[in-house]
């Protein structure tokens, strides 16, 4: 009959209907998860280069410092050196003289256990 | 027909809303998942990579931090050869100029016949053998001869057994030395080596430690001097 073959073609044609809002549901779905793909990129991008950027300044901090700390050692060794010097000039001679009073002070003795043979 | 028209009517707009209610409950529920999808595997991304960069640059602190010990023990170090460098280029000076005030001594003949009478003596008592050869510089020779002589009866007199002594006329110590004597046994293969250098030398290195305290002060850091 005329009748059903239209009932069932609205029938038929509210199927498609459906069928395609479910597809683009899917559609969606899939566009959401790669969305979610690429806000994840940026926001790891951004916490990286904020992290980035907090170590630069670390570095160049480190870097600084170690200048710093090369002047110290420099002037600290400076001092060391001026005192040994100021040190060795006065007591120089007198170490001298008792090395040299030492070498000519000849003790010639013989060994301790030495027997005359026989 | 059981049905009417109207009636197959109505019963098709009911099936239509069906199926119409359905698909949008489905849609529904795609995206409900779908969202939530997206928060978990947004949230799993950001957390696998974050912990990852954390772990990286916890890394390269520490490099940093390493590195700066590393340099700074090197500039500890270099400073340290440096102070160590300048005391022995001090000692060494301190010897040269002892050398050189020692053959100051050697050309005052009293005090120079004293000596070799000393060094003579030492040679034999060190040897203890009966024949000995004495190796001088060549402007020695006369003076040695006679500290031999002076020495011979001092000898026999303490060890109680003869001695005989040559002095080697081939053979003598470089002009050059500040002075003193080389004895030895008769086939010349124990020596003792009693020259003025090489008893600067011995002694020097006996009086190391005095001297270094003579002259820089004591160590600091040493807790034990027993």
Redesign the interface.
């Known amino acids: 009959m005329a009748?059903q073959s239209q009932?069932i073609q609205?029938?038929l044609q509210?199927?498609k209907?459906?069928?395609e809002?479910?597809a683009?549901?899917?559609k969606?779905?899939n566009r959401?998860?790669r969305?979610?793909?690429e806000?994840?990129?940026a926001?790891?991008e951004q916490?990286?280069l904020q992290?980035?950027k907090?170590?630069k300044t670390?570095?160049a901090a480190?870097l600084g410092?170690?200048g710093n700390?090369?002047v110290e050692?420099?002037r600290?060794?400076a001092e060391?050196?001026g005192r040994?010097?100021d040190?060795?000039r006065g007591?120089?001679s007198?170490?001298?003289g008792?090395?040299?009073s030492?070498?000519?002070d000849?003790?010639?003795?013989?060994?301790a256990n030495?027997r005359?043979?026989g | 027909m059981a049905l009417s028209d109207a009636d197959v009517q109505k019963q098709i707009k009911h099936m239509m809303a069906f199926i119409e209610q359905e698909a949008s409950e489905k849609a529904e529920e795609i995206d409900a998942k779908a969202e939530e999808e997206f928060n978990i595997e947004k949230g799993r991304l950001v957390q696998t990579q974050r912990v990852k960069i954390m772990e990286y640059f916890e890394k390269k602190d520490k490099q940093i931090e390493q590195h700066k010990k590393i340099q700074m023990s090197n500039l500890m170090n270099q400073a340290r050869l440096k102070v160590l460098k300048a005391r022995d280029d001090m000692i060494t000076d301190l010897l040269n100029e002892a050398r050189i005030q020692l053959a100051d001594i050697a050309k005052d003949p009293a005090r120079y016949s004293t000596l070799l009478e000393g060094l003579l003596l030492q040679g034999f008592y060190q040897l203890l053998e009966p024949k000995v050869t004495i190796r001088c510089r060549q402007q020695d020779v006369e003076m040695v001869q006679a500290a031999v002589n002076k020495n011979i009866p001092i000898y026999k007199d303490a060890v109680k057994s003869n001695i005989v002594v040559k002095i080697d006329q081939e053979r003598f110590l470089p002009s050059d030395i500040c002075g003193g004597v080389e004895v030895y046994n008769d086939n010349g293969k124990i020596k003792v080596s009693n020259t003025l250098e090489s008893r600067l030398e011995l002694m020097a290195q006996q009086m190391m430690p005095e001297i270094r305290v003579a002259l820089f002060g004591a160590n600091p850091n040493r807790k034990f001097t027993d």
């Open positions: 009748s009932g609205q029938l509210a199927e209907r459906a069928a809002k479910v683009e549901a899917r969606r779905e959401r998860l969305q979610a793909k806000e994840a990129q926001e790891i916490y990286r992290r980035e907090e170590f670390k570095e480190a410092s170690h700390s090369a050692v420099d600290d060794t060391r050196l040994l010097q040190s060795y007591n120089r007198a170490v001298l008792e090395l040299l030492r070498v000519c000849i003790r010639p003795e013989f060994h030495y005359v043979a």
